[in-house]
């Protein structure tokens, strides 16, 4: 989980009290990140008009954030929550029509979208095009990092093991699927492990190396014999 600086206490902001603009931002992505709905209507319902005047600047990223795909997804929510707020319960749709249809706000989103669309492109066995999109979308995480980059990047190098696979790159596809399960045992995603452990089975076979293959196959058999013992 993702940490953030917060304040080193709690902070009263008063209504029409001389209210720091970054402070109140903090607090309304604070609450918008907890999931504190209560505390962020009393916010909105407190600050309304000085949370319209600043909403456009607190959307530019701050010098630290563009490299922390978490920190712009802590942004990006925060955004979204106070925007939807203002729009269902204070009747002002100003602030989420600036948001709407705007990408850049969530790159979450945007890979995720891109994911999904290259999973379309191999299901329908257009292998050469999902290949020159994953790509993009790994060269995408260049200098980012954060739990997002941790769990989507060996998911697209999965995927992108899987294409050179059905290229017949099997030497290519071995390498690509190393670099998924290496990625997935360093953050301790097990399904991702046992995933990767049998796609390298099947391109040792494909290459015609049954020994190392078996050698895959054995430990993909201990992992799932780890994860169905008794704690």
């Not at 948001?99 to 790159?107: A, E, H, I």
């Not at 191999?122 to 260049?142: D, K, V």
Request: hydrophobic letters at 40%.
């Amino acid at each position: 989980m993702a940490c953030y600086h917060r304040q080193p206490g709690p902070v009263a902001l008063r209504r029409g009290s001389g209210v720091d603009p970054k402070t109140l931002k903090e607090l309304l992505f604070d609450a918008a990140a907890s999931g504190d709905e209560k505390k962020l209507g009393a916010l909105c319902q407190a600050h309304r008009q000085l949370i319209a005047e600043q909403f456009a600047s607190w959307r530019q990223l701050p010098p630290a954030v563009p490299g922390d795909a978490d920190a712009m997804q802590r942004q990006a929510q925060g955004l979204l929550a106070v925007a939807q707020y203002f729009a269902q319960h204070l009747g002002d749709r100003s602030l989420l029509d600036r948001l709407v249809g705007d990408p850049q706000d969530n790159p979450i989103l945007r890979w995720q979208k891109a994911l999904k669309h290259i999973d379309e492109l191999m299901q329908n066995r257009q292998h050469e095009l999902a290949l020159g999109e994953i790509e993009a979308l790994i060269r995408s995480f260049a200098g980012l990092r954060g739990n997002a980059v941790e769990r989507l990047l060996p998911v697209a190098y999965g995927r992108l093991g899987e294409c050179l696979f059905h290229l017949h790159k099997f030497q290519h596809a071995l390498v690509a699927t190393e670099q998924a399960l290496a990625l997935c045992e360093e953050i301790n995603d097990v399904e991702g492990v046992v995933t990767y452990l049998g796609n390298l089975v099947e391109i040792h076979r494909q290459r015609g190396d049954r020994m190392t293959a078996e050698r895959f196959a054995e430990r993909r058999a201990k992992v799932l014999t780890e994860i169905k013992r008794p704690n």
